[in-house]
Every structure is written in C-alpha cells, then in structure tokens.
C-alpha cells in the first residue's frame, strides 16, 4: 500500500468542502491524570469507557468519530442530528455516573456494600459547517486510510467553542448550529438544549434529554446524589489549592445537577 498515493487519491474531486454537524468534545481533567499516572494502567478505566461510548452501534455509519487522547471530533450530516445528540448525552451521562460498586462480605455472612465514584465530566461545542473529513472521502472511494484528519472551518470553530466560550462542564452550540435547527423547522428546546441566562449559550442538558424531560421518579436521577458529593468533595480540593478557575468550573456543574433532584 502507497500511503502517500492512497492519501492523495482522497482528495481527487474535492473541490468543496462538505456541509456538516461537527462536535468537538473534551474529558475535563485527563490531562493532569496523564500526568499523574504512574503506569498506562491508571487510565485503564477512563480509555475502555471512552472508547466504549465512541463505538455505540447505533452510530455506526452515521456519526465521524475522531478520537485521540481526552478529545473527540463526532461529524455527522444533518439528517442524523438525534444520532449526533444521543451520542453526546449518553457519553456525559455514562461519564458523570462512572463508578465501581463494592460488596463486603464479614465473617458472620453479613454484608455491606459501597460505590467507589470516579465522575468525569465533558466539555464541548457543537457548530454546522465546511469540514472535509480525509478517511470519510478514502473510504467513498473504496480506500482503507486511518489518518484522523479532518479539516475545514468547523472543525476550528467548535474546538473554538470547547477550548474558549464552554468554560463549565457543559457542551455549548453557536448560532450556525440553532441556525440549522431553524431550517429544520425546529427549535433548541426540541433537542434538550437549554440557554443559559447569565451568557445567553445554549448548552445540552443531558440529564433532561435522559429522562426526556420527565423527572419526577425518573431512574436517571438515582444516584445523582452521590455524583454530587463526589463533586462536592473535588470543589473542596480546587478551593484548598486556590484554584478558583476550576472551583468555579465544579460549583457551575454542582448547581446544574443539584436543579435536577426531585
């Protein structure tokens, strides 16, 4: 195989970009973890429930996805957009609710269990543009590429989103997204998109999209005291080492999932 040819070849009859939903996503704090870790071990975890969540079957053939280290670009086109949502909001649920659960046995056959909590949270923005995805055109032309590249202006403006204007664990969209919902003929609130009033962004509100809206006695909200406190316990850290930014990130994030107990 002439990587070099096969590359090339993708380009041919490229005069434009595509117009395409693209989401650029981030797991908030795997990069001190990185540094951290004192064996590829440690991030066992972290890499098999990342990995899992970026191979759902119901995404395959729909959504682009592009993964390297805590980041994730998902394209789609626009008639897939609930597949593009449901891939977001089921990755921040399943990343929030990590957690390894302990049963302890006593000598008298007793037992006692507890939840060994490891939330992570996800950051990210959601745009609708140019983008040319080169493994997508490889494979349209029956060529096997895995170069991870993807270029255009939407690829910029959401990493932009993420990296800039999400700040909070929170995944954001701009105006060229809610635009294309307009032409759709919908509206944010359809897709569980909820504008913040303090800087008018509007952010996913995944534990919504996961109960569909229907809190009262929704089996999603179970264990979201326990996912507090495990926050709760972080912000408590950031304050003692002064770290204001990150403690403004989790008091934020904190207030988000407090709204949403019954």
Known sequence: MNIMYETSKAFENADN??????????????????????????LKMYTTLLNGQA????AEGKL????????????????????????LANMAYTMLMNRLPTIHINEDGSHWSEIDWDCFKLRGGITYGKVFVVDQAAKDKGILLNTNIVLGQAPITAYELESSKAIYPRIITDNSFIGLLNNLGKSPEEYFFTKDEKDYCFYLDFLDYMCQGKREGSVVFSLLNGCIEYIKKELDHALLKNNAKLAGQLLWYIRYLESHLC
């Not at 595509?18 to 004192?38: L, Y």
């Not at 682009?64 to 891939?87: A, G, N, W």
């Open 64 to 87: 682009h996805i592009t993964m390297f280290s805590d980041c994730m670009y998902i394209i789609c086109e626009k008639q897939y957009l609930d597949h593009l949502v449901c891939q």
């Open 17 to 42: 970009y595509q117009e395409r939903i693209v989401a650029f996503v981030d797991v908030m704090g795997i990069k001190n973890r990185m540094k951290q870790a004192a064996t590829p071990k440690d």
């Open 55 to 58: 191979n759902q079957p119901f």
